[in-house]
């Protein structure tokens, strides 16, 4: 009897282990948009908020996603649930001369009230959701949170 509860063990064991990194997995492979808005020309890869006393910085990570490069002339724009349009406040661009802009960050300055409700990122004539939930995302003990999904109730540490 003893020799059948070993392998019904290491069985169950091993069962428990393959569950658990099949969660951890999809966890950390949260992503946004799989099909974004083409118009816009990139998808998001992460956002990135910090707070800073009553206000915060929201950092959009965004990844070409085509063959057009992004249009400098067109304007762009975060649009909160209150239907407020912000300009970022910061834009690094990533890449080189000969793949054009790979990689771009727009950094938007917020009030708190800004972060409740849904949240969408005009450019190029697309729109991007940024967030997608009510409420207010929540912040590590350092005031900084980091997000792979519009859903903003699902928070990682770094960037």
């Given amino acids: 009897m003893a020799s059948m509860k070993?392998?019904?063990l290491r069985l169950l064991i091993a069962a428990l282990l393959v569950a658990v990194t099949f969660f951890a997995v999809k966890l950390w492979t949260g992503k946004y948009a799989r099909d974004p808005d083409p118009r816009a020309r990139y998808r998001i890869e992460a956002a990135r908020l910090e707070s800073d006393r009553s206000f915060k910085w929201l950092e959009i990570h965004l990844r070409k996603n085509g063959d057009k490069d992004?249009?400098?002339l067109l304007p762009v724009r975060l649009v909160t649930a209150d239907g407020k349009e912000h300009e970022p406040a910061d834009t690094t661009f990533g890449g080189g001369p000969e793949k054009g802009f790979t990689d771009i960050w727009f950094k938007f300055w917020l009030e708190d009230e800004s972060l409740v409700g849904k949240i969408d990122l005009r450019m190029n004539g697309g729109t991007l959701r940024v967030k997608t939930n009510e409420g207010a995302?929540?912040?590590d003990k350092d005031g900084k949170a980091v997000?792979?999904?519009a859903d903003w109730g699902k928070t990682w540490p770094g960037f």
């Fill in 70 to 72: 992004h249009d400098m």
């Fill in 137 to 139: 995302p929540t912040f």
């Fill in 147 to 149: 997000l792979r999904s």
């Fill in 6 to 8: 070993r392998p019904l």
